[in-house]
């Protein structure tokens, strides 16, 4: 019967015997009966003893919190990457009409300004100072766009990197 259950235990994969029981005791004993004036009485003692294995129920729990914890780990990583991802293309976005703002209608109407002024200025209507500050003005306009569309191409790098999995290579994270 021991190696009955021996066999048992290998074909179920228990390897590791945490302790042992006693089935049954045989052997020599010696016991004493009545008072300690009387004498003892030797016998034979049997002992019997069946290994308990580990069923493995601590290992499966570490298991499941180390498979839990990777889990929630990489949703963590999934809603971070959303994030990223939302936060790059907010910020893509908002340059992009910076820009667009800029070319469409900042840069233009200070071109239509410059020109009024430029026909004002020839029929000696306004100092040439005002027309060089005009004209200052249409250039500031034009670096602010040139500015804008620096802002707007890095955004949009930001954005493919993010895309791509590669932000933090760009944000040192």
Do not use: C
Request: charged share 25%; glycine share 6%; aromatic share 8%.
């Amino acid at each position: 019967m021991k190696s009955e259950t021996e066999i048992l235990a290998k074909q179920l994969g228990l390897t590791k015997t945490t302790r042992f029981i006693n089935v049954l005791e045989i052997g020599p004993a010696r016991v004493l009966e009545g008072r300690r004036s009387s004498g003892y009485k030797n016998g034979v003692d049997i002992s019997f003893e069946l290994p308990l294995f580990d069923w493995g129920g601590a290992r499966v729990a570490r298991a499941e919190a180390i498979y839990m914890q990777s889990l929630n780990r990489a949703g963590q990583i999934a809603v971070n990457a959303q994030s990223e991802v939302r936060e790059a293309y907010s910020n893509y976005r908002a340059n992009y009409d910076i820009a667009k703002h800029y070319r469409d209608e900042i840069v233009p109407l200070h071109k239509k300004i410059l020109d009024e002024n430029q026909l004002r200025y020839n029929g000696m209507l306004v100092s040439p100072f005002e027309l060089l500050a005009d004209a200052r003005s249409q250039v500031t306009s034009v670096k602010s766009y040139i500015e804008s569309l620096k802002q707007f191409w890095l955004s949009e790098s930001a954005l493919h990197m993010t895309l791509t999995g590669s932000a933090n290579m760009m944000g040192g994270n």
